[in-house]
T-cell receptor, first 117, second 116 residues
Framework: GAVVSQHPSWVICKSGTSVKIECRSLDFQATTMFWYRQFPKQSLMLMATSNEGSKATYEQGVEKDKFLINHASLTLSTLTVTSAHPEDSSFYIC?????????????FGDGTRLSIL | AQSVTQLDSQVPVFEEAPVELRCNYS??????LFWYVQYPNQGLQLLLKYLSGSTLVKGINGFEAEFNKSQTSFHLRKPSVHISDTAEYFC??????????????FGRGTQLTVWP
């Protein structure tokens, strides 16, 4: 079945560091990818919708300069947390939708646990 | 925007007992409905989906759900649970048209804990 690979799975870094998270669709083309943030014991909060070749659409309250999203190809989207601080510590999950498969299920990556010290 | 309500934040059950996880949504347009399962420190795995057709949907791991349009519900059921079913379960809705195509709205999740 369709697979979405997310890397890294865990990252621990110092405050002020920028961290890049990659999301790859391994066996399908994804014109649209989604980035979510999940706090402990809570649901997924959509941060932004990433469209290949264009600017990402950010949800209200999400700082676009803080969370940089790049979707340079049909199989790769990246989320960069710039100048990360402890409050950015969270579980980040990406998902991808198969090109042309409108409203077919999104395929989710396994998430990235980000811990800022 | 959609609203998805999962009425129970935690559901403890004994092994081999039946379980129902409840989900209600608010929408005046056609929707697509999903149940996902999340194990600790992992992403989401699709259990089942309703897109159209039969309102009773069967998924993986013995789960099924029934779409009830009049009650705007999509409750998840399993007749006999296993310890390995212990996980967080999320109900999600996607609208069927317009600029929101593909966007998922999630409920808050239900932690299912199966005891021996």
């Amino acid at each position: 079945g369709a697979v979405v690979s997310q890397h890294p799975s865990w990252v621990i870094c110092k405050s002020g560091t920028s961290v890049k998270i990659e999301c790859r669709s391994l066996d399908f083309q994804a014109t649209t990818m989604f980035w979510y943030r999940q706090f402990p014991k809570q649901s997924l909060m959509l941060m932004a919708t990433s469209n290949e070749g264009s600017k990402a659409t950010y949800e209200q309250g999400v700082e676009k300069d803080k969370f940089l999203i790049n979707h340079a190809s049909l199989t790769l989207s990246t989320l960069t947390v710039t100048s990360a601080h402890p409050e950015d510590s969270s579980f980040y999950i990406c998902s991808a939708r198969d090109y042309g498969q409108n409203n077919q299920p999104q395929h989710f990556g396994d998430g990235t646990r980000l811990s800022i010290l | 925007a959609q609203s998805v309500t999962q009425l129970d934040s935690q559901v403890p059950v004994f092994e081999e007992a039946p379980v129902e996880l409840r989900c209600n949504y608010s929408s005046s347009v056609s929707v697509y409905l999903f149940w996902y399962v999340q194990y600790p420190n992992q992403g989401l795995q699709l259990l089942l989906k309703y897109l159209s057709g039969s309102t009773l949907v069967k998924g993986i791991n013995g789960f099924e759900a029934e779409f009830n349009k009049s009650q705007t519900s999509f409750h998840l059921r399993k007749p006999s649970v296993h310890i390995s079913d212990t996980a967080e379960y999320f109900c999600a809705v996607s609208e069927g048209r317009g600029s929101t195509l593909g966007r998922l709205y999630f409920g808050r999740g239900t932690q299912l804990t199966v005891w021996p």
